[in-house]
C-alpha cells in the first residue's frame, strides 16, 4: 500500500516538467546551456526528496530536504532567466514558474517545521 507523499509527488511532476521543458528549448529554441542547467537542478528536487524519505535519521532527512529547498531556489532562478531572455513564453514561464513556487512552498513548510521543533 503507497502512503500519499505531497512533496515526493509533486517533485517527481515538476522534474517530469522539467525534463520535457528541456527538450522543447534544445529541439525548438536550440538553447542548450540554461537548459541543461534547469535541468539538472530542477531533476536534482525530487531526488532529495526521494533520498529524504529514505533518511536514517531526523538530521539526514532535514539535511536532504535543505538540500531539495536549495535546488527548487536555483531552478526558480533558471526559469525567471529562460522567461527574461525570451526562452519562454509569459504563458510557458507562469505556468511552470506556479508549479516550482508550489514546490518551494512545501519545501519551506518542511523546513520550518524543523525549527520550530528544534530538531
Not at 526528496?49 to 532535514?62: G, I, L, Q, R
Not at 535543505?66 to 514561464?93: P, V
Amino acid at each position: 500500500m503507497k502512503t500519499e507523499n505531497v512533496v515526493a509527488d509533486k517533485s517527481k511532476a515538476f522534474a517530469i516538467r522539467i525534463i520535457r521543458m528541456y527538450k522543447y528549448l534544445c529541439n525548438d529554441k536550440k538553447e542548450y546551456i540554461l537548459s541543461k542547467q534547469v535541468m539538472r537542478s530542477g531533476t536534482s528536487i525530487g531526488a532529495n526528496v526521494k533520498e529524504a524519505t529514505c533518511a536514517v535519521s531526523k538530521p539526514d532527512f532535514y539535511t536532504k530536504i535543505g538540500i531539495a529547498l536549495k535546488e527548487a531556489s536555483e531552478t526558480e532562478y533558471w526559469i525567471e532567466l529562460l522567461h527574461e531572455t525570451e526562452y519562454l513564453t509569459d504563458a510557458q514561464f507562469n505556468s511552470i514558474y506556479a508549479d516550482c513556487q508550489e514546490v518551494l512552498k512545501l519545501l519551506m513548510a518542511i523546513s520550518r517545521t524543523k525549527k520550530q521543533n528544534n530538531d
